[in-house]
Nanobody, 124 residues
Framework: QVQLVESGGGLVQAGGSLRLSCAAS????????MGWFRRAPGKEREFVAF????????YYANSVKGRFTISRDIVKGTVYLQMNSLKPEDTAVYYC?????????????????WGQGTQVTVSS
């Protein structure tokens, strides 16, 4: 079982930046990829980005492409989400997730380990 702890959320003005961190512990060796998802008020949880743990492959939702960057530090067992040019519609609880699967990495159901979430609020 992989334990995930997110941090770095907060309140920021539109156009600002935040960096989220997700520290992983436990059976990291069984992890193939880690992803970020978010749930906005009144909406379902949606995919944001993933990164594979072996080869450095990344993929983003269209809504964040060019503004967000996902990266990882294998030694620290930590994944980051750098969020720039934030918009009010980016307001959500952001969740980190881990999976041992190699396919369908933008699908919520692929991930079996989840963090508790961190709130990001972007004011206009």
């Amino acid at each position: 079982q992989v334990q995930l702890v997110e941090s770095g959320g907060g309140l920021v003005q539109a156009g600002g930046s935040l960096r989220l961190s997700c520290a992983a512990s436990g059976l990291i060796g069984s992890t193939n990829a880690m992803g970020w998802f978010r749930r906005a008020p009144g909406k379902e949880r949606e995919f944001v980005a993933f990164i594979t743990w072996g080869p450095d492959i990344t993929y983003y939702a269209n809504s964040v492409k060019g503004r967000f960057t996902i990266s990882r530090d294998i030694v620290k067992g930590t994944v980051y989400l750098q969020m720039n040019s934030l918009k009010p519609e980016d307001t959500a609880v952001y969740y980190c997730a881990a999976t041992g699967q190699k396919f369908r990495l933008s699908f919520e159901s692929t991930y079996g380990n989840w963090g508790q979430g961190t709130q990001v609020t972007v004011s206009s």
